[in-house]
């Protein structure tokens, strides 16, 4: 106990050195961010995973508590990103309002989106609406940080006030600045998905897995995004050891892909996993069909395939330059339309792709168009594309335990 007014103001009620300071710190941000990932993200805009009453109110708790944030706006947010990813009306896009702008002004896009109230009753059903979010979390979201502020200062002095702002820039930066802005703009891609969501690493820990996020892009609702064997997510071990006690039930985890062998024509089964994994179908494409295919053209001419090829053109040849600017886009398109090998790819590339992404009503029709498909892949005496699609018709979904 402090045996003075200033030991009060120095340390406050706990008198904590500065290492059992930091270790509070540490626990503190790592709850709050799994207060965002497990329960606002995995839980509530993308039902994965589903929460004890117990365990999800304190999730709830600590958010209202750390953040301010209202659960129902989160989710509406956060699920329209998904439904207009890489649009204008993407709350958060670097593509269309600049990396700056997403990595340093997070905030101010948050607070721009919630202000859409029309977005977020339309995109923030089924959050909570209980007696509790009704009179206190909702019309007091602010009250939660002011009593953290209190609360620390008590505990820990004029030292508390200074861990309660770095407690109040941590979801702001690493959220909406870091996930948002760089997991958008900067990493590796272990999936083709239709934005342009990367991973900024393959151990997911310091922000609870949130680093996996083209993983997450590629499927949202699972309640797992370390999707490789080389990868961690720390959100993930947590959800497990909460399922082991009780506490947690996993709703939903990534479709695990299996390849059949010797199927001479698409079926149900082989419609059904391409549904589920079309990026993976896509990611497939591009690293056996399209890449090898920019080797040959190289080695052809004699060059090396950089010399052939610049990068940003190469990585742009994945969704036909959607990512470029004007005038690289063209470049890639004359590129293109003077190699007749490449031509074709790209051509039934875009058809695969409009096939998968139509997802008709009639399954009859969407069968029949890709056993179109496959038999044309077939006879264009590509052997690349032969392969891939021999390997395509053997798709099919595996049981994944939770």
């Known amino acids: 106990m402090p045996a003075s007014f200033l030991d009060f103001l120095a340390g406050g009620l706990l008198q904590f050195g500065w290492g059992a300071l930091a270790i509070y710190f540490l626990i503190a941000t790592q709850l709050t961010i799994f207060s965002v990932t497990l329960y606002l993200h995995r839980s509530q805009a993308h039902r994965g995973v589903d929460f004890h009453p117990v365990l999800a109110h304190f999730f709830r708790f600590w958010t209202w508590l750390t953040t301010s944030m209202i659960t129902k706006e989160w989710v509406a947010i956060h699920r329209k990103h998904h439904a207009k990813c890489e649009t204008e ?13 997403v990595f340093w002004r997070g905030v101010e896009l948050y607070r721009e989106a919630r202000s859409q109230r029309e977005d977020i009753e339309q995109y923030g059903k089924g959050a909570p609406n209980d007696w509790i979010e009704r009179h206190l979390y909702t019309p007091h979201a602010t009250m939660g940080p002011t009593l953290l502020l209190f609360i620390s200062f008590a505990l820990f002095g004029f030292a508390g006030v200074a861990l309660w702002a770095i407690q109040m820039a941590w979801i ?6 870091v996930v948002n802005g760089l997991g958008h703009w900067w990493g590796y891609r272990n999936f083709e998905t239709t934005d342009t969501a990367t991973n900024l690493t393959p151990w997911g820990v310091w922000i609870g897995g949130e680093e996996l996020h083209n993983n997450h892009h590629a499927f949202p609702s699972s309640a797992r995004f370390a999707l490789r064997k080389w990868e961690f997510d720390i959100g993930w071990a947590a959800i497990k050891g909460f399922q082991a006690v009780g506490l947690a039930k996993v709703l939903r985890v990534a479709p695990a892909l299996d390849v059949r062998p010797n199927i001479n024509v698409p079926d149900g089964d082989t419609m059904k996993a391409l549904l ?9 494409y591009q690293r056996n069909v399209i890449g090898p295919a920019l080797r040959e053209e190289a080695s052809a001419a004699g060059a090396k395939l950089r010399a052939l090829l610049p990068r940003q053109l190469r990585k742009g040849l994945v969704d036909d330059g959607r990512w470029l600017k004007p005038d690289a886009r063209e470049q890639l398109q004359q590129w293109v339309s003077q190699r007749p090998r490449i031509r074709t790819l790209v051509e039934h590339r ?7 992404e139509a997802r008709s009503q009639n399954a009859a029709e969407s069968l029949h168009n890709l056993q179109a498909w496959c038999h044309e892949a077939e006879a264009s005496g590509i052997r690349a594309l032969q392969e891939f699609s021999a390997r395509l018709k053997g798709y099919s979904l595996q049981s994944v335990r939770a």
């Open 89 to 101: 009306e993407d709350p958060h896009s670097p593509m269309y309002k600049g990396i700056k702008t």
């Open 172 to 177: 702001p930066f690493w959220a909406a600045g």
């Open 276 to 284: 589920a994994h079309r990026f993976q179908a896509m990611t497939d």
């Open 350 to 356: 875009a058809r695969l792709s409009a096939l998968l």
